[in-house]
């Protein structure tokens, strides 16, 4: 009976294991990405940060994630010229701070 009570104590300590292994990668592989652009102009006013997404495995799209006052988070297509010069704006921010 003794050594019944471990073989279980044991298979419960390495399910309890693999499940906080599962959990952790499947966090860290769990994250947004932008599947599509925004089709309206954001005010440079508004805008008080950036991310870049690049299309790689997680992400289909290349995007820019435009950070604003409200706290909300906007894809816009990197490739429009707006957007290009709110990037430009912001850089040019930074580099003076």
Not at 19 to 27: G, P, V, Y
Request: charged share 20%; aromatic share 6%.
């Amino acid at each position: 009976m003794a050594c019944s009570s471990k073989t279980l104590l044991l298979l419960a300590v390495g399910s309890a294991l693999l499940l906080c292994l599962c959990s952790q990668s499947e966090a860290a592989s769990n994250f947004d990405c932008c599947l599509r652009y925004t089709e309206k102009t954001i005010p440079n006013h508004l805008i008080v940060g950036f991310t870049k997404q690049t299309a790689n495995e997680a992400c289909d799209i290349d995007a820019v994630i435009f950070h604003t006052k409200m706290k909300l988070s906007v894809c816009a297509n990197p490739k429009q010229s707006w957007v290009k010069k709110a990037v430009q704006i912001l850089s040019r921010k930074v580099k003076r701070m």
